[in-house]
């Protein structure tokens, strides 16, 4: 989204009747939450100056990841590792994982159940995952060149996918215990550009 300058990374809550609407300039400057009705009409804006975010090292694109499922909860991925507010903005803490943060997914659903805890995180030293209790993120057995992104299957939280550096696509169903490369004839149109998400669609396999 751009609000003036470079603009920023930008991040929705939506409940259905409203949304919280985040945004920022370019490193992360004057990080906003937004509350926006069913019309399309704010109803207002705060600027989020958390306690604790002076230890974020900010990154021209500032990666930031909304809670569907809390919407107090935003992840906010740094040079220096993953953060996270689960207050609404008002106090932020970490790092959670090591590394320079690309991409974030935030909640993830299993059989049905919403788990607002689970996450996962690419960054600069691989793939970290958080599962359905805890704070830190873990490490996981990501075979990639570094990662650039990262999303998962958006009714199983286990079924993740990241992209690498080198334009190669891994696949895991175990939540990074073990990963496939499904990058197929995908490298020729994807590893000679910068990639910074990734689309899960539902679709039948095969």
Known sequence: MERTGDGGDVAVYDSGSTSLRYSSYQNLGNLQKRLVGANNVEQSATELTPAGGENVEVKFVTPIAANPFDQNRLLIGGNNGVFET????????????????????????????????????ATTDGVFFRGTTGQNFEGTNYPGLGATAVTVDSEDWEHAFALDSNGHVFATRNHGESWSDITGNLSRDIGSHSWRTLEFIPGNEG
């Open 86 to 121: 689960i207050d609404g903005g008002l106090t932020v803490s970490g790092p959670l994982a090591e590394g320079s943060v690309n991409d974030m997914v935030a909640g993830g659903r299993r059989l049905g159940v919403r788990y607002a805890n689970v996450a996962y995180a």
